[in-house]
């Protein structure tokens, strides 16, 4: 029996992983076609959908899927939606600013998703503006660190722009102005450097620490937003130590 429920859960979390990939791959494909639409379908002239395709790429979307994607937004294939992106704002637990972007081609329908897993999950919903100016508009280039040190990535990208080069553990970010996002990711490539992804991006200027419990109430929000099929990005100034990390992980 307990080889069975072994197996059982085993299957229930392979699931919820797959539909977690399955939203992915719809997020990624969205963007590739929003890009396309926006920008015109040659990534070689388009710097936006260049970093989409690779994005999708990088997550194993099917090169079937991404390309549908580009002729639809370029208008080469009938189908295309009318995607608009709205920001929404609001408070989670703790007081954690939480910003959300959806792209969607149904205001209600977004509104509500967003509405439903923030009253659900601690959040309140706040004022436009009320939250917005907690966060900077930023270019963000995210690559695996393999035997490369800070340093390394620094003397690549800072006569391009680049602001600071942060550790993420398994990883690096390189934060820009959102004008110098593709002067960063260029001079990794002329570098040799492989990047994971490169795309504009909110970051907090003020952030607030949180707790164990905390950073609980504050992830499960975060999961429920990004749960919503119309919401790309969410965003927030949580603060989570790497003590408290290590106690979750429990």
């Given amino acids: 029996m307990s080889g069975h429920s072994k197996w059982a859960t085993t299957k229930h979390k392979k ?7 399955g939203k992915l791959f719809a997020k990624l494909v969205k963007n590739v076609e929003v890009a ?21 790429k990088k997550a194993s979307v099917p090169n079937d899927n991404i390309e549908r994607a580009r002729k639809r937004g370029s ?3 009938a189908g295309g939606a009318d995607w608009q992106t709205i920001m929404y704002e609001g408070y989670g637990p703790n007081g954690v600013a939480v910003l959300i972007e959806c792209l969607t081609d149904n ?10 897993a923030m009253s659900r999950n601690g ?15 930023k270019g963000v280039v995210v690559l695996e660190k393999g035997d490369r040190t800070e340093d390394d990535v620094l003397m690549a ?15 690096f970010e390189v934060v820009s102005e ?29 952030s607030v620490a949180v707790d164990v419990d905390g950073a609980r109430k504050v992830f499960k929000l975060i999961d429920a937003l990004e749960d919503c ?9 949580v603060d989570v130590s790497d003590e408290v990390l290590e106690q979750l992980e429990e």
């Fill in 15 to 21: 699931a919820a992983i797959d539909a977690k990939r």
């Fill in 36 to 56: 396309a639409r926006t920008g015109g379908g040659d990534p070689a002239g388009n710097p936006t959908l260049f970093d989409a395709i690779q994005k999708a």
């Fill in 75 to 77: 208008g080469e294939e």
């Fill in 107 to 116: 205001r209600n329908r977004a509104a509500g998703e967003v509405r439903t």
């Fill in 123 to 137: 959040g309140n919903m706040a004022d436009p503006g009320s939250v917005a100016y907690l966060f900077s508009r």
């Fill in 157 to 171: 990208v800072l006569e391009a722009g680049a602001e600071e080069v942060n550790d993420l553990g398994d990883s």
């Fill in 178 to 206: 959102p004008g110098d996002l593709v002067a960063v990711r260029s001079a990794l490539q002329q570098d040799a450097i492989d990047y994971d992804s490169a795309e504009l991006s909110f970051q907090p200027s003020v």
């Fill in 229 to 237: 099929d119309d919401v790309q990005n969410v965003y927030s100034n």
